[in-house]
Structures are given as C-alpha cells and as structure tokens.
C-alpha cells in the first residue's frame, strides 16, 4: 500500500472528512513519527509497533567491488519492532495460512 493509497482508504473509511482533511491527517500522523524519531523519541503503537531510532557506531567495511577498507561513519537509523497483534495478524491472513483480509 502506497502513501496515497491510505489517504483513499481513510477519506472512503471517514465521509465527514475531506479528501484534504484525509491528506492532513496521514500525513501528521507520519511528520509526528518522524520528528519524534528525530528527537530521539520512542514511539509505541500498542498492537502495531515500536518505532526507534538506533545508533551505529563507526566501523571499518570493505569494497566488495576492490576489496579496499573503507570507514563507515557512526550514524542513527530508524527501526521497526512488530507488535504482538501485527504479527498475529499478518500470521493470520500471510498469503499461506489464508484466513481473512485486512
């Protein structure tokens, strides 16, 4: 499902919303993530996840292509950590075990 995708489905889910009011909602929704994790928030959606950011710290890697040491810097990068009714959700309706859509 793509960013615009979610805006449709939530304008369809909401008529009292505006197709804008939709737009404003997905998108304040993810900016707040964002800049949360920016921050060096946490942030938890019960039953969804927990979205963090993690610090890697500097290491040396090499070229695959020469086989040349290069120095990877130390950097943040977000992570997502499935909570327990995702998971059973997707394990519920994964394109094996059937079961009913989303």
Same mark, same amino acid.
């Given at each position: 499902?793509?960013?615009?995708?979610?805006?449709?489905?939530?304008?369809?889910?909401?008529?009292?919303?505006?197709?804008?009011?939709?737009?404003?909602?997905?998108?304040?929704?993810?900016?707040?993530?964002?800049?949360?994790?920016?921050?060096?928030?946490?942030?938890?959606?019960?039953?969804? &996840?927990?979205?963090?950011?993690?610090?890697?710290?500097?290491?040396?890697?090499?070229?695959?292509?020469?086989?040349?040491?290069?120095?990877?810097?130390?950097?943040?990068?977000?992570?997502?950590?499935?909570?327990?009714?995702?998971?059973?959700?997707?394990?519920?309706? &994964?394109?094996?075990?059937?079961?009913?859509?989303?």
């Amino acid at each position: 499902m793509t960013r615009s995708e979610l805006i449709e489905r939530v304008a369809q889910q909401y008529p009292q919303l505006t197709y804008r009011d939709a737009v404003k909602v997905v998108e304040t929704v993810f900016g707040e993530i964002t800049e949360a994790l920016a921050r060096g928030s946490r942030v938890e959606l019960r039953g969804f &996840g927990i979205f963090e950011a993690v610090s890697r710290k500097k290491r040396l890697a090499r070229n695959p292509r020469t086989g040349e040491s290069v120095e990877v810097e130390a950097k943040r990068l977000p992570r997502f950590k499935a909570g327990k009714g995702l998971r059973d959700r997707v394990n519920l309706t &994964g394109a094996v075990g059937g079961g009913r859509p989303l």
